[in-house]
């Protein structure tokens, strides 16, 4: 009786805020630093010109706030925007905390599979090495404005970083700030 239905929200007209992270500000945050490092020009690769892409690893991204964050959210919109770029592809074999998808390594293990054709199997010394990893965090500040308002304000900050030198190519902060009643939990 009493209970509100559940009904679809149409992200395109959506107004509703928050003070916690919602879907609206992960795209928003990986909108603005995806196409702003696309605008740097140390983000192109030499050999553009003849469909040379970058090869990107995922490092870690630190959640920093009082909420739990899978920060998947952000770099899986990161990682489809510079994918669908043409200028950067993304290694599952490689990663901060070992690989994403397990199978480049578990395939090359089929060599001493009797059941599987050997000519079949893929060979060791094809797995391109990143040539930059993208690393980050999330933090949270909450500060009170008055008796009666909070602001909240979220820092998404990336670095991309050449692995060949370890120099810092392109780095990115996008601040979202949220103003609300002192009541309400950003958490």
Same mark, same amino acid.
């Given at each position: 009786?009493?209970a509100?239905?559940?009904?679809?929200?149409?992200?395109?007209?959506?107004?509703?805020?928050?003070?916690?992270?919602?879907?609206?500000?992960?795209?928003?945050?990986?909108n603005?630093?995806?196409?702003? @490092? +696309?605008?740097?020009?140390? =983000? #192109?690769?030499p *050999?553009?010109g003849?469909?040379?892409r970058? /090869?990107? %690893?995922?490092?870690?991204?630190?959640?920093?706030?009082a909420?739990?964050?899978?920060?998947?959210?952000?770099?899986?919109k990161?990682?489809?925007?510079?994918?669908?770029?043409?200028?950067?592809?993304?290694?599952t074999?490689?990663?901060?905390?070992?690989p994403?998808?397990?199978?480049?390594?578990?395939?090359? @293990? +089929?060599?001493?599979s009797? =059941? #599987?054709?050997? *000519?079949?199997?893929?060979?060791?010394?094809? /797995?391109? %090495?990143?040539?930059?990893?993208?690393?980050?965090?999330i933090?949270?500040?909450?500060?009170?404005?008055n008796?009666?308002?909070?602001?909240?304000?979220?820092?998404f900050?990336?670095?991309?970083?050449?692995?060949?030198d370890?120099?810092?190519?392109?780095?990115?902060?996008?601040?979202?700030?949220k103003?609300g009643?002192?009541?309400?939990v950003?958490?």
């Amino acid at each position: 009786g009493c209970a509100t239905t559940t009904h679809y929200v149409d992200t395109k007209t959506d107004n509703v805020a928050v003070m916690g992270l919602d879907y609206k500000d992960f795209e928003s945050a990986a909108n603005k630093m995806v196409n702003d @490092m +696309l605008d740097s020009p140390l =983000m #192109v690769h030499p *050999k553009s010109g003849q469909g040379g892409r970058f /090869v990107v %690893a995922m490092s870690d991204i630190v959640n920093d706030t009082a909420q739990r964050i899978d920060t998947d959210q952000l770099t899986k919109k990161i990682r489809v925007s510079l994918l669908n770029s043409g200028r950067f592809v993304i290694t599952t074999a490689i990663g901060a905390n070992g690989p994403e998808d397990t199978m480049t390594a578990q395939s090359r @293990m +089929l060599k001493k599979s009797k =059941m #599987v054709n050997q *000519k079949t199997v893929k060979k060791d010394g094809h /797995v391109i %090495a990143p040539d930059f990893s993208l690393s980050g965090k999330i933090i949270q500040r909450n500060n009170r404005v008055n008796s009666s308002t909070q602001q909240v304000d979220y820092y998404f900050q990336l670095t991309m970083t050449n692995l060949d030198d370890g120099l810092a190519y392109w780095e990115g902060e996008q601040a979202i700030i949220k103003r609300g009643d002192n009541r309400t939990v950003s958490w």
